[in-house]
């Protein structure tokens, strides 16, 4: 069976400068519910590691945890005295107990199994620190036929996905997840929109980050091939030269321990 990270190797590049940064007001609102200063922010699955930078902002240190080396090679590029990247799991991070004020996921926790990830947060939180989950709809508002054209390559892309290949933990079920551990004292979602501006290489790189996507290209899947070949003109008619802003809906998931 493939491991969630494994549907992401060879296209880092791609992934680094397509995909949304973490918005700042994400963190800007976990603030509010942490007392004093912070000392230091988790970021598990980071990735290349645009979520890990954007913490800089708000703590005196940041550590990235990602399991595929081709995105932590990447990710290692943007390292400096405050931020630092290692090899770990979200269920062995490898870091010491009671060291975080904020762990952080983004776009990674439905590739975890629940259970042991968020004990292995538990053990590194402080007390009164704050886990979040923080995912965003991966159709963003932008035109309409942009809109139709991601769901119509989920759609297609769906029908390489087998129930058997990669275990998906459903977004649904985060927040349930995080009660039902009884790890932490409070728990709530918080919803929020962002918006990020895309020219046409930029969203190109976006479609083209996806792992459904990336398994279709690897398995030379014709239905999405074709739409691919096309997909310059596509994007050539929708942006004629210019930027769009892409309206991205986010759902955080906080605990509080």
Known sequence: MEKGYERFLGFADLYDEGRPRLPQKAIEIIKKYINGNIDLIVDIGCGTGNSTEVCTNFAEKVIGIEPSKDMLNKAKEKENEKLKFQEGL???????????????????FHWMEPTSTISEISRILKKGGVFAVIDADWLPVIDLRLEKLNKNLRKLTMNLEKEEDTIIYPQSQHLNNLINSNEFEFCREICFDVEFEYDKERFKKFILSKSNIQKAIRNNYTPVIEILENLDNILDEIFEGKSLNALFSYKMKIGIK
């Not at 269920?91 to 776009?107: E, F, H, K, R, W």
Request: charged share 10%; hydrophobic share 35%; with cysteine.
């Open 90 to 108: 979200g269920n062995n991070t490898g870091l010491d107990s009671n060291i975080a004020d904020i762990v952080i996921c983004s776009q990674a």
